[in-house]
């Protein structure tokens, strides 16, 4: 099956699967930024070091690796 570059239906799916990429990279470092910045803030209101910003950021990595491989698994069809 050849590729055709002047198609638009394989550029419509193109951009869809790029559209799709980015916006799970993008939710991926988002809740990793906010996780860090909500523990960072609580560190600061109650003086508990940096564990909070740790637990925070932590918790935004398992969020967000939670939501990319949903996101995949529904691209696939398995979700």
Known sequence: MSVDPTDPDQKQ???????????????LVVSV????????WLDGKWGTGPWLMLLGALSGIGIGLYQLIRVSAKRQGRG
Do not use: K, P, R, Y
């Open 33 to 40: 930024l906010a996780g860090f910045l909500v523990g960072q």
């Open 13 to 27: 799916e193109t951009a869809s699967q790029w559209v799709v990429a980015l916006g799970a990279g993008t939710e």
